[in-house]
Nanobody, 123 residues
Protein backbone atom coordinates (compact mmCIF):
# COMPACT_ATOMS: atom_id res chain seq x y z
CA UNK A 1 0.00 0.00 0.00
CA UNK A 2 1.44 3.31 -1.08
CA UNK A 3 1.92 5.77 1.74
CA UNK A 4 3.14 9.34 1.82
CA UNK A 5 4.36 11.21 4.86
CA UNK A 6 4.24 14.91 4.10
CA UNK A 7 5.51 17.60 6.42
CA UNK A 8 6.72 21.16 6.53
CA UNK A 9 3.62 23.16 5.76
CA UNK A 10 2.47 26.06 7.88
CA UNK A 11 2.00 29.80 8.09
CA UNK A 12 4.71 32.03 6.72
CA UNK A 13 4.86 35.76 6.15
CA UNK A 14 5.21 37.14 2.61
CA UNK A 15 8.78 36.92 1.46
CA UNK A 16 9.51 34.02 3.77
CA UNK A 17 10.52 30.44 3.04
CA UNK A 18 9.26 26.96 3.79
CA UNK A 19 10.59 23.53 3.10
CA UNK A 20 8.23 20.65 2.45
CA UNK A 21 9.27 17.05 2.82
CA UNK A 22 7.69 13.93 1.41
CA UNK A 23 8.58 10.35 2.21
CA UNK A 24 7.01 7.77 -0.06
CA UNK A 25 6.83 4.03 0.48
CA UNK A 26 4.89 0.91 -0.39
CA UNK A 27 5.21 0.96 -4.16
CA UNK A 28 4.77 -2.39 -5.88
CA UNK A 29 6.40 -1.08 -9.04
CA UNK A 30 8.87 1.72 -9.71
CA UNK A 31 7.70 5.27 -10.02
CA UNK A 32 9.40 7.58 -12.47
CA UNK A 33 8.24 10.94 -11.22
CA UNK A 34 7.74 12.35 -7.75
CA UNK A 35 6.90 15.86 -6.71
CA UNK A 36 4.09 18.21 -5.77
CA UNK A 37 0.89 19.66 -7.01
CA UNK A 38 -1.07 22.33 -5.20
CA UNK A 39 -4.67 23.39 -5.05
CA UNK A 40 -6.00 26.64 -3.68
CA UNK A 41 -9.66 27.13 -2.75
CA UNK A 42 -11.74 27.70 -5.85
CA UNK A 43 -8.85 27.03 -8.19
CA UNK A 44 -7.77 24.11 -10.28
CA UNK A 45 -4.94 21.86 -9.24
CA UNK A 46 -1.59 22.94 -10.65
CA UNK A 47 1.79 21.35 -10.91
CA UNK A 48 4.46 22.73 -8.60
CA UNK A 49 7.53 20.58 -9.08
CA UNK A 50 8.58 17.22 -10.43
CA UNK A 51 11.73 15.16 -9.96
CA UNK A 52 12.68 12.39 -12.32
CA UNK A 53 13.58 9.22 -10.44
CA UNK A 54 15.92 8.04 -13.18
CA UNK A 55 18.41 10.89 -13.10
CA UNK A 56 17.21 13.41 -10.51
CA UNK A 57 16.31 16.06 -13.07
CA UNK A 58 13.80 18.57 -11.80
CA UNK A 59 11.02 20.37 -13.61
CA UNK A 60 9.06 23.43 -12.58
CA UNK A 61 6.40 25.56 -14.20
CA UNK A 62 7.93 28.70 -15.61
CA UNK A 63 6.03 30.80 -13.08
CA UNK A 64 7.76 29.06 -10.16
CA UNK A 65 11.21 28.52 -11.56
CA UNK A 66 13.80 30.37 -9.56
CA UNK A 67 11.80 30.44 -6.34
CA UNK A 68 11.25 26.71 -5.81
CA UNK A 69 13.83 23.93 -5.82
CA UNK A 70 13.64 20.18 -5.23
CA UNK A 71 16.08 17.75 -3.75
CA UNK A 72 16.07 14.08 -2.86
CA UNK A 73 17.58 11.71 -0.36
CA UNK A 74 17.57 8.40 -2.20
CA UNK A 75 18.59 6.39 0.86
CA UNK A 76 15.57 7.67 2.79
CA UNK A 77 13.25 7.71 -0.22
CA UNK A 78 12.46 11.31 0.61
CA UNK A 79 12.18 14.43 -1.48
CA UNK A 80 12.22 18.02 -0.34
CA UNK A 81 10.70 21.16 -1.82
CA UNK A 82 12.35 24.42 -0.87
CA UNK A 83 10.04 27.38 -1.41
CA UNK A 84 11.45 30.89 -1.23
CA UNK A 85 10.03 34.39 -1.62
CA UNK A 86 6.56 33.12 -0.83
CA UNK A 87 3.58 35.32 -1.55
CA UNK A 88 -0.16 35.04 -0.86
CA UNK A 89 -0.72 33.43 -4.29
CA UNK A 90 1.28 30.44 -3.03
CA UNK A 91 -1.37 29.70 -0.40
CA UNK A 92 -2.73 26.23 -1.12
CA UNK A 93 -2.76 22.61 -0.04
CA UNK A 94 0.39 21.01 -1.38
CA UNK A 95 0.04 17.35 -2.31
CA UNK A 96 2.98 15.06 -2.77
CA UNK A 97 2.51 12.72 -5.71
CA UNK A 98 4.31 9.87 -7.42
CA UNK A 99 3.64 8.53 -10.87
CA UNK A 100 4.66 5.71 -13.16
CA UNK A 101 4.73 8.32 -15.93
CA UNK A 102 7.76 10.56 -16.23
CA UNK A 103 7.71 14.26 -15.45
CA UNK A 104 6.93 15.27 -19.01
CA UNK A 105 3.74 13.22 -19.05
CA UNK A 106 2.46 13.33 -15.50
CA UNK A 107 -0.11 13.23 -14.07
CA UNK A 108 -0.96 9.87 -15.58
CA UNK A 109 -3.84 7.53 -14.78
CA UNK A 110 -1.80 5.65 -12.18
CA UNK A 111 -0.60 8.61 -10.14
CA UNK A 112 -0.58 8.28 -6.37
CA UNK A 113 -1.55 11.23 -4.19
CA UNK A 114 -0.62 12.24 -0.68
CA UNK A 115 -3.17 13.84 1.59
CA UNK A 116 -1.48 17.20 1.43
CA UNK A 117 -0.06 19.83 3.72
CA UNK A 118 -1.38 23.37 4.06
CA UNK A 119 0.80 26.34 3.18
CA UNK A 120 -0.60 29.74 4.11
CA UNK A 121 0.92 33.08 3.19
CA UNK A 122 -1.29 35.90 4.49
CA UNK A 123 -1.90 39.02 2.45
Amino acid sequence: QVQFVESGGGLVQPGGSLRLSCSASGFSKPYYAIGWFRQAPGKEREEVACLSSSDGSTYFPRSLKGRFTMSRDTAKNTVGLQMNSLNPEDTAVYHCAADTEDCRRWPGPSIYWGRGTQVTVPA
